[in-house]
């Protein structure tokens, strides 16, 4: 609220949203100052991940903006473009969207940033993954110069805090709720079974059936789109009800799934890490990762999809031989939340591997402690992308 760049750190469920919506709002009547917002550009960005952390975001900020009259577009790829480019002419306050259908609308000019003045990064250490950096990049450039940064996530990797450097001050306010380390919901009982991958599938329908009584919502994270299809028609060939979603799907296929599973209507649904973060869906009481993830801090947003806004939750993993370079990781996890740490995965070892850039792999170097501070870059609003 004073102007201030930014950094929050908290756990899943904890109401990030709402924490840099509410000052995103009264930037925007402060600087409107009672003015409509009628044909004008946008005075707000809040750049998220995935379209459906958009989506929850864009339905988050229109029930809270609808009194003071702010205004919001939500803009993802997968749809027609035809409907938010009629929002954005129309006038709007706040511009919520995923990197790359937010490029391709202002490269086609129908989205100007430049009055933009308060920028959010939701799941920032994703967005500055190096599979957005570009494309952030591209649209920090075309914002208004003097603006103000916010970056909020449930875990913030130390490489990828070297890289929010250069967007922020050099001295951020950081609010951090919990751990600063990797640490889950210690609202979640953790339960790890090391397994053969041959073993999982029986596992999993074995689990089901303890877990699962056809109305209380079970969410099944697997790593691949494939997989994701395979374990949703094993299933339902196994008499199941049961959706899926993965980022290779069409996006009204994606929603169905994702309203199926939200009203209770479909309570199973296989997943990839597209549904990891910061997704809001009720009452998930239990997760089942089939299938490990990449990296332990998608592991703690995975099952950070249960014991949401104080509620309890069960998250069961499976781990398998494939896995072993995260079990030191997960091991430190477990124990950070007073979670029991079976034997089997002890026999795999503690040793926690040095993180790698994801730019520029294990010939990365962190930079030494009393390495001059980061600057921010300043970027002019000329047409000129170099």
């Given at each position: 609220m004073?102007?201030?760049?930014?950094i929050?750190?908290?756990?899943t469920g904890s109401?990030?949203?709402l924490?840099f919506?509410?000052?995103?709002m009264m930037?925007?009547l402060s600087k409107?100052?009672?003015?409509s917002s009628?044909?004008?550009?946008?005075?707000?960005l809040?750049?998220?991940?995935t379209?459906?952390l958009?989506?929850?975001i864009?339905d988050v900020?229109?029930?809270?903006?609808?009194s003071?009259?702010v205004?919001s577009v939500?803009?993802y790829g997968?749809?027609p473009?035809?409907?938010?480019?009629s929002?954005?002419?129309?006038?709007?306050d706040?511009v919520?969207?995923?990197?790359?259908?937010l490029?391709?609308?202002?490269?086609?000019?129908?989205?100007?940033l430049?009055e933009?003045s308060?920028?959010v990064?939701?799941?920032?250490?994703?967005?500055?993954?190096?599979?957005f950096?570009e494309?952030?990049r591209f649209i920090?450039?075309k914002?208004?110069s003097?603006?103000?940064?916010?970056?909020?996530?449930?875990t913030?990797?130390?490489a990828?805090?070297?890289?929010a450097?250069?967007y922020?001050?050099?001295?951020?306010?950081?609010?951090?709720?919990g751990?600063?380390?990797?640490?889950?919901?210690?609202?979640?009982m953790?339960?790890v079974?090391?397994?053969?991958?041959?073993?999982?599938?029986?596992r999993l329908?074995a689990?089901?059936k303890k877990y699962?009584?056809?109305r209380?919502?079970?969410?099944?994270f697997?790593?691949?789109?494939a997989?994701a299809?395979?374990?949703e028609?094993?299933?339902q060939?196994?008499?199941?009800n049961?959706?899926?979603?993965?980022?290779?799907?069409p996006q009204?296929e994606r929603t169905k799934?994702l309203?199926?599973?939200?009203k209770?209507?479909?309570?199973?649904?296989?997943?990839?890490?597209?549904a990891a973060?910061g997704?809001?869906?009720?009452?998930?009481?239990?997760?089942?990762?089939?299938?490990?993830?990449?990296?332990?801090e998608?592991y703690?947003h995975r099952?950070?999809r249960?014991?949401r806004?104080?509620?309890?939750?069960?998250a069961?993993?499976f781990?398998?031989?494939?896995?072993?370079?995260?079990?030191?990781?997960?091991?430190n996890?477990?124990?950070?939340?007073?979670?029991v740490?079976p034997p089997?995965?002890?026999?795999?070892?503690?040793?926690v591997?040095?993180?790698?850039?994801?730019?520029?792999?294990?010939?990365f170097?962190?930079?030494?402690a009393?390495?001059?501070?980061?600057?921010?870059?300043?970027f002019?609003?000329?047409?000129?992308?170099n």
């Amino acid at each position: 609220m004073d102007g201030r760049d930014f950094i929050g750190i908290a756990k899943t469920g904890s109401g990030k949203t709402l924490a840099f919506g509410v000052p995103a709002m009264m930037h925007v009547l402060s600087k409107r100052k009672g003015k409509s917002s009628k044909g004008k550009n946008p005075l707000c960005l809040v750049l998220s991940p995935t379209r459906e952390l958009a989506e929850q975001i864009f339905d988050v900020l229109c029930n809270a903006g609808n009194s003071c009259d702010v205004k919001s577009v939500c803009l993802y790829g997968g749809t027609p473009k035809g409907p938010q480019i009629s929002s954005l002419k129309s006038g709007v306050d706040i511009v919520i969207g995923t990197p790359g259908r937010l490029k391709d609308l202002m490269t086609m000019e129908v989205c100007q940033l430049k009055e933009v003045s308060f920028v959010v990064l939701d799941e920032a250490d994703r967005m500055l993954d190096m599979g957005f950096e570009e494309d952030v990049r591209f649209i920090l450039g075309k914002t208004c110069s003097a603006r103000q940064m916010v970056m909020f996530s449930a875990t913030w990797p130390t490489a990828v805090h070297r890289l929010a450097q250069e967007y922020m001050d050099p001295n951020p306010v950081k609010v951090v709720i919990g751990s600063e380390d990797l640490a889950a919901n210690h609202d979640v009982m953790q339960i790890v079974e090391v397994l053969d991958e041959r073993a999982r599938y029986e596992r999993l329908t074995a689990l089901l059936k303890k877990y699962h009584d056809k109305r209380n919502r079970v969410l099944v994270f697997v790593l691949y789109q494939a997989e994701a299809d395979r374990i949703e028609n094993m299933l339902q060939r196994s008499g199941w009800n049961v959706v899926s979603i993965h980022g290779r799907k069409p996006q009204h296929e994606r929603t169905k799934a994702l309203s199926l599973f939200k009203k209770g209507s479909c309570p199973l649904m296989v997943a990839t890490d597209v549904a990891a973060r910061g997704l809001d869906i009720p009452d998930v009481e239990v997760v089942i990762n089939y299938s490990f993830p990449l990296t332990t801090e998608d592991y703690v947003h995975r099952i950070g999809r249960t014991g949401r806004a104080g509620r309890k939750g069960v998250a069961h993993t499976f781990f398998t031989q494939q896995n072993k370079g995260l079990a030191g990781e997960l091991v430190n996890v477990l124990k950070e939340a007073g979670q029991v740490v079976p034997p089997a995965l002890l026999k795999f070892g503690t040793h926690v591997k040095k993180k790698e850039s994801k730019l520029y792999g294990a010939h990365f170097k962190e930079i030494a402690a009393d390495a001059p501070k980061a600057k921010k870059i300043t970027f002019d609003n000329s047409d000129d992308e170099n």
